[in-house]
């Protein structure tokens, strides 16, 4: 780790290693062709929309559809990593969202995807790969979009902001020739309007290759889609920057300033004095402003507004190779920013390659809300009480997405800071993290700063960093990471809980809950690091305490190495998380390069499934180390499992054809085998395709004496009302009830009233009383003659 200035950035390391090597192969990858020759299995990625509000990630604007799950035409491929990497080195697959990306290489070559949105398109950003130059320094090119098959425009892509090189003397450094080594941080991102009438929904949208697109091939990882609302209005009481002299540059960037620009830092700077002075909101309008050279902009307790992060732009133009030490864009106190957009030249997170931070924060009840950053250092660094980034999008970042800290701008607390329903991906270090510094020495005598607190990150949805964490939580005590969606990191940890470097501050508690970790961990310095994993050593330094964290309700699914690590750390609780589909083992402690000599967990209700042959769902190598465990599902000896992995949530609802896997005997008995839903899953017993409102299956072929098992989580005990739906052609008395684990008659006898058919559906309703946390219900079948299709748990 190396900590560098007054406000000091980190640098990523891996577990402490005596030497790194460089393996011959790399991770296999699949190909698919666009005659619809198939992959292998991948882990399944979130249907192209929005995030809910209830559920994990963030609510946002726009609708993401990634282009392997495009239509392909014209023989473009799907490319996806297969396995887990042999070497610590990058490939595209790996840096691309759900690893996998489209291929177009040849002329006539396209991806297509239909407007499900429910609504109009108006703008696109593409994140895609074009070949660097021979020499490096990038090439620009164009790829046709199309609507309903009829082109509307070429998109201007360049990889000037891409493509750095490594080997075994500067791994994960900034080098950007490609004769010093093997290539990463591929792809970028590029952004416009679509030209004419917006995308109705139902429409197409492709992207081809035609014979005037020079790039030698386009890989298409994701495209966003989106109808911005028009421009913000100035507020009142706002002066803006064109009233101090600022010009706006509307010609486009592509990798690059325009040489033509004016330089408006000067007029910036004084508007935001006379804002200041006059108590008065800074306005940004329409237009693209430059900052050119290597000063940024300082502003303390007012308010910076713009028109909308595809309006207003602040474009940074560093004089390429630069030596001069560079701040952020903006260096704010107690300060409220929001809706524009920030950009900038750098090549690299390198000072001499233009990097500086879009905003360092610092003060008290800051907000930056709706800011959009790219190609900048790092989106947020940011410390202080009672600060919220929110809302807002984070895309090709350099270094770290959003850093919540102590030491930023001088300051020297960090607490009760938020970061909610934000959106980032492609960053070259951490996406997000909580990073509690416990001092610094710069050479003139130690700095401590108070430990962090309070600090809650919830909702956030932090895709493909390729040289980083999804989160990182660093020291520190009370905070909370909540429903956040982390997927697909290229070399290292998704979610870690532990300390940062030997001046970080010790972890002496965190709730981490409702999390969804997917296709996460990586191979840095030839490590296989874990998808998630708690304790020290995350930082490489395997110093300091980590104790008291909290990881429960969590799903982590397709783990590049081992879904859950534990290294040095007590007091841990591991609870009700479900693993699935890990490509090596669910839950270890001291996996290789963390080293767990002592510590103490309880590990309880976890499920684990979907290992691979020869693959542990729990492994403990160290004799030092205290693993409490209990209920979880490698303990269960009849093998018995909640279907797909995922026990079912009460309150909510329970449909009747997710009955546990474990076959006959286990998870259900029946007298014969009946039903018709082995499409649905290969034990479908007693199913059929039913025609209630939702669709889906039910269950039917009832008689006396079968049952079914089904493993729910209970979310808090107490009373509950149950609604069966059912369907009966004769009343059916005492038709079953609904038994615990231990055969104890939850309802009494549940009678059904005649509804005429197998598929006229009613309502009926039992009251149960249920403990918290994971446990199996039973459906006893005391009398035939009827079908149901779901079970809804109601809070009383």
């Known amino acids: 780790m190396t900590v560098i200035a007054r406000n000091p950035r980190r640098r990523r390391t891996g577990a402490a290693v005596a030497t790194l090597f460089v393996a011959s192969a790399f991770a296999l990858v699949g190909v698919r062709m666009a005659d619809g020759a198939t992959l292998p299995a991948t882990a399944p990625k979130a249907a192209p929309r929005a995030a809910a509000a209830d559920s994990a990630g963030a609510t946002t604007p ?34 691309a969202s759900g690893h996998a990306y489209a291929h177009l290489a040849g ?79 591929f792809f970028d991102e590029s952004r416009a309007f679509i030209t004419g009438a917006p995308v109705a929904p139902g429409s197409t949208i492709s992207l081809k290759k035609d014979a005037g697109n020079g790039a030698a091939f386009y890989d298409i990882d994701s495209i966003d889609v989106e109808n911005p609302p028009a421009p913000l209005p100035q507020p009142a009481n706002s002066i803006s920057i064109t009233s101090c002299g600022a010009v706006a540059d509307n010609t486009p960037t592509n990798g690059a300033a325009d040489s033509q620009s004016a330089d408006s830092t000067g007029a910036i700077q004084n508007c935001i004095n006379q804002a200041q002075s006059q108590g008065r909101i800074l306005w940004i309008p329409q237009g693209t402003f430059y900052l050119k050279g290597t000063n940024g902009l300082q502003a303390s307790g007012i308010t910076i507004a713009g028109a909308g992060p595809w309006y207003s732009t602040v474009y940074r133009s560093v004089p390429l190779p630069n030596n001069v030490g560079l701040g952020a864009v903006f260096s704010l106190t107690s300060c409220t920013v929001e809706n524009f957009h920030i950009d900038s030249n750098a090549t690299s997170r390198a000072t001499v390659d233009g990097a500086g931070g879009a905003m360092d924060t610092t003060g008290t009840n800051w907000v930056a809300d709706n800011i959009w950053s790219q190609h900048v250092e790092s989106g947020f660094w940011a410390s202080g009480s009672g600060g919220t980034v929110k809302n807002s999008r984070l895309t090709a970042i350099w270094a770290d997405g959003i850093n919540l800290n102590n ?6 607390t960090g607490t009760s800071l938020t970061a909610t329903n934000n959106f980032v991906r492609g960053t070259g270090d951490d996406a997000m993290a909580i990073n509690s510094v416990a001092y610094n020495d710069f050479g003139n005598g130690k700095i401590y700063y108070t430990a962090m607190s309070g600090v809650t990150l919830t909702h956030n949805s932090l895709i493909a960093p390729w040289g980083g964490k999804g ?18 990191t290229a070399r290292y940890i998704g979610l870690g809980a532990g300390r940062f470097g030997v001046n970080g501050s010790d972890l002496l508690g965190a709730t981490i809950s409702g999390n969804t970790v997917l296709r996460s961990g990586g191979n840095a310095y030839s490590q296989g ?31 590049v190495y081992d879904a859950v690590g534990f290294s040095t750390s007590t007091g841990t609780k591991l609870q009700n998380n479900t693993i699935t589909s890990p490509w090596r083992n669910g839950i270890v402690i001291s996996p290789p390069f963390y080293p767990a000599p002592t510590g103490s967990a309880t590990i ?3 499920s684990v499934t979907g290992l691979r042959a020869g693959a542990s769902a729990f492994t403990d190598n160290s004799a030092g180390f205290t693993a409490t465990t209990s209920g979880n599902s490698w303990q269960n000896a009849s093998g018995e499992a909640p279907y797909q992995g995922v026990a079912a949530a009460v309150p909510g609802t329970v449909q009747a054809e997710n009955y546990d896997t474990g076959g006959p005997g286990v998870a259900y008995s029946v007298a014969s085998t009946n039903g018709s839903g082995n499409g649905y899953r290969p034990d479908g017993i007693d199913l059929e395709t ?5 669709g889906g299956y039910d269950l039917g072929w009832t008689g006396g004496a079968q049952w079914f098992r089904y493993t729910v989580n209970v979310a808090a005990a107490g009373s509950y009302t149950v609604s069966f739906r059912v369907a009966a052609p004769a009343a059916a008395p005492d038709a079953f009830h609904l038994a615990d684990s231990s055969g104890r008659n939850l309802t009494g006898a549940v009678n059904l009233p005649a509804t005429g058919d197998f598929q006229s559906w009613t309502d009926v309703t039992a009251t149960v ?10 459906l006893a079948e005391d009398n035939g003659g009827w079908n149901v299709n779901r079970l809804t748990f109601t809070a009383r």
């Open 62 to 95: 726009f609708t993401s559809y990634e282009g392997e799950a495009g239509t392909l035409g014209g023989g473009a491929q799907s490319v996806s990593l297969t396995s887990a990497p042999t070497t610590q080195y990058a490939s595209a697959a790996l840096e």
């Open 107 to 185: 002329t006539g070559q396209s991806v297509q995807w239909t407007n499900n949105t429910g609504g109009p398109v108006s703008a696109i950003n593409l994140r895609a790969s074009i070949p660097d130059s021979a020499s490096g320094g990038g090439n620009t090119a164009t790829l046709d979009l199309y609507v309903n098959g009829v082109l509307r425009q070429p998109l201007n892509l360049n990889s000037k902001q891409s493509w750095l090189y490594e080997g075994n003397n500067n791994y994960n450094g900034n080098d950007q020739n490609p004769a010093d080594g093997d290539g990463r941080d």
């Open 407 to 412: 030491v930023s701008l001088n300051g020297t």
């Open 471 to 488: 989160i990182g939580v660093y020291g520190g005590s009370g905070h909370v990471v909540q429903d956040n969606y982390i997927s697909d």
């Open 529 to 559: 690091q874990p998808a998630l994993q708690i304790g020290n050593g995350g930082d490489g330094q395997n110093v300091g305490t980590v104790s008291d964290v909290s990881v429960t309700g969590n799903t982590v699914g397709s783990a």
């Open 604 to 606: 309880t209700g976890n």
């Open 690 to 694: 039913t025609s209630d409102s939702g």
């Open 769 to 778: 009383t249920l403990p918290a946390g994971p446990q199996v219900l039973t």
